[in-house]
């Protein structure tokens, strides 16, 4: 299954400014997927990133806030912007290889002061 | 998007029975599931997929997939304290889609 590297691990940040966190996969895929996970919740997902293309977001989730980059089969990033303590929670991506089912990232744990 | 239900726990069971974890569906068009276990400050990590009707077994996970019921659960047999964790169950939506979680169902497996 897919490998993969995902930085920072975790950052504490000022509210209002931003936080980039980049997902590099040990190998080709067509999509990957970004998620959020508040304190005591499941995963949400954010958006869906497609190479060569604007990433697809899910209601609540706009491109303003979480811009989403995807240079190539291997990359992607997440940016927090203009960040309030409500943003404090997990980000993970993740992708799919087909019979491996999805592989997620370590994830990076964000907290807003 | 396809969504799963779950009790979201805790589910409590002694060290050595059986945790039955379940996950019921509204979509009859979710053909198969994936089950992912995880951790406290982890990421999640997949334990089993099902998909087809009947249970499928590895090791001490038997998932169990009843489309005519719409439901599907994980079996932990001999549970052991290091299976507690909070278990995720997602339909596969095929190809590139993303996977939906339902809320998790977090065991705590005593000793």
């Known amino acids: 299954s897919a490998v993969i590297s995902q930085k920072p691990s975790r950052d504490i940040c000022q509210r209002g400014t931003s936080l980039t966190i980049q997902c590099q996969v040990d190998?080709?895929?067509?999509?990957m997927f970004w998620y959020r996970q508040q304190p005591g919740q499941s995963l949400t997902l954010i958006a869906t990133a497609n190479q060569g293309s604007e990433a697809t977001y899910e209601s609540g989730f706009v491109i303003d806030k979480f811009p989403i980059s995807r240079p190539n089969l291997t990359f992607s990033t997440l940016t927090v912007s203009n960040m309030s303590p409500e943003d404090s929670s997990i980000y993970l991506c993740?992708?799919?290889?087909?019979?491996?089912?999805?592989?997620f990232g370590s994830g990076t744990r964000l907290t807003v002061v | 998007q396809k969504e799963v239900e779950q009790n979201s726990g805790p589910l409590s069971v002694p060290e050595g029975a059986i945790a039955s974890l379940n996950c019921t569906y509204s979509d009859r068009g979710s053909q198969s599931f994936f089950w992912y276990r995880q951790y406290s400050g982890k990421s999640p990590e997949l334990i089993m997929s099902i998909y087809s009707n009947g249970d499928k077994e590895d090791g001490r996970f038997t998932a169990q997939l009843n489309k005519a019921s719409q439901y599907v659960s994980l079996l932990i047999r001999d549970s052991q304290p290091s299976d507690s964790a909070t278990y995720l169950c997602?339909?596969?939506?095929?190809?590139?889609?993303?996977?939906?979680f339902g809320k998790g169902t977090r065991l705590s497996v005593i000793a």
């Open positions: 993740s992708v799919r290889q087909g019979d491996y089912g999805y592989t």
């Open positions: 190998s080709q895929v067509t999509m």
């Open positions: 997602a339909p596969d939506g095929g190809g590139n889609t993303p996977l939906v």
